[in-house]
DNA sequence: GATTTGACTACTA
DNA sequence: GTAGTAGCCAAAT
């Protein structure tokens, strides 16, 4: 696992979310060491689209599904996490705290 | 090589 | 509680 660059961390954090679990982009890069740049997280997940990384376990720290807009459908990824068990209304977490998936503490 | 952008976060008013 | 601004860093143009 050699580090290839910053996405590559970002996608592994990314598919290490279990299932029916969620976390924020600051947690991302937090862990990655690059706190404060959340963007890069978000910035990632662009090339992230193209892997097997389940982006739409990934929101911002309010819990609101701001990346929705770039996924294939306007509603796709409301329908996985709810899929998943957690509970969104008008593209919102419910229960975020709940739902919510440390790197840090989780790994 | 400089400028712009970007799926964010935190602080301040 | 809401709104606006600043800070962050890396990739794309």
Do not use: C
């Amino acid at each position: 696992m050699a580090n290839e660059g910053f996405f590559e961390k970002v996608y592994q954090v990314a598919k290490g979310i279990p299932y029916g679990r969620v976390t924020s982009y600051g947690a991302i890069a937090n862990y990655l060491g690059a706190a404060g740049s959340a963007r890069m997280v978000g910035w990632a997940m662009n090339g992230a689209a193209n892997k097997d990384v389940p982006a739409h376990r990934v929101v911002n720290r309010n819990g609101l599904l701001t990346g929705k807009h770039h996924f294939q459908g306007s509603n796709l990824m409301q329908q996985l996490l709810e899929s998943e068990g957690i509970e969104v209304v008008d593209n919102k977490i419910q229960n975020f705290e709940k739902h919510f998936w440390d790197p840090m503490k989780e790994l």
